[in-house]
């Protein structure tokens, strides 16, 4: 591995100082990403109580995307040790410049068949499982040596033609099917409702989601469901990670992803 702190003091002439307005923005970023991590906290903590649900039952998914690497290694001082990524090579890239934290790193976007290998081989979560092909090569590509690989079903619960997510008529077949397979371990179901401000139809969605895993009578613990937005409906109807973004990093800016 390159000694960079060598390869600087060769090279002093290279060696730039950060200007003083970098440095203060840095820092106001990183006091930032901690205060809204404290906020979210507070938020899960008061809709469990709410619920009468334990809060440590609770999991924050830290939702990354086009957000840069230090952005998380900021999260990871503040607390954060579960990070949820939507595209592959970003991902990739990020774990590569994040290897030095204890991370668990999760997969929450839509999966190409072309790309199961490397999701199979540097995740430890699945949560956009959504059709029996996919969770073959899944399980067909999990390195040997690694734990089997957690994975959710992704239901379409609103119906969306845009949405992911297999059909709640399909789930039953589909799941008992994953249950099958060896280097896969079902945990249970993930959905992106269609977005609303309307609390009721928040919860039903989330609801629907909660029955559906209930009626596969499988011994699952697991209901991703809740984002930024939403996310006091998600824990109230039984949600045990919310998958937040914007309330933790900012706005995302699709240009760099």
């Known amino acids: 591995m390159r000694d960079h702190h060598a390869a600087a003091l060769a090279r002093p002439s290279e060696t730039t100082v ?3 307005e970098t440095l203060r923005r840095q820092a106001q970023v990183m006091s930032t990403i901690a205060e809204n991590i404290a906020k979210v906290g507070v938020r899960i903590r008061e809709a469990a109580q ?20 230090e952005a ?31 991370l668990t790193w999760h997969f929450i976007g839509p999966i190409q068949s072309n790309k199961t290998r490397p999701i199979a081989e540097h995740f430890a ?13 899944l399980s067909d590509q999990r390195p040997p040596e690694l734990p089997p690989l957690n994975i959710c079903l ?15 008529d399909e789930l039953a077949a589909l799941a008992q099917a994953v249950t099958q397979l060896p280097n896969l371990r079902l945990r249970g179901l993930m959905t992106i409702p269609e977005p609303t ?23 699952l613990d697991t209901l991703s469901m809740g984002m930024s937005h939403d996310l006091e409906a998600a824990i109230a109807e039984g949600a045990t990670w919310v998958r937040i973004g914007t309330a933790l990093f900012g706005a995302r800016d699709y240009r760099t992803s």
């Open 18 to 20: 950060k200007p003083a």
């Open 197 to 219: 401000d309307d609390v009721s139809a928040q919860c039903a969605a989330f609801a629907r989601l909660r029955a559906l895993r209930d009626a596969l009578d499988l011994d």
């Open 154 to 168: 992704q239901v379409n619960v609103s119906g969306e033609d845009s949405k992911s997510g297999c059909h709640p």
């Open 50 to 69: 709410a619920s009468q649900r334990d809060f440590a039952a609770i999991g924050l998914l830290a939702v990354s995307k086009t957000k840069p690497a």
């Open 125 to 137: 979560w699945v949560h956009s499982v959504d059709r029996l092909k996919i969770a073959e090569r």
């Open 72 to 102: 998380i290694r900021e999260a990871f001082a503040a607390g954060v040790r579960d990070v949820g990524e939507n595209y592959l090579q970003e991902a990739l890239d990020k774990q590569q410049e994040l290897a030095d934290l204890a």
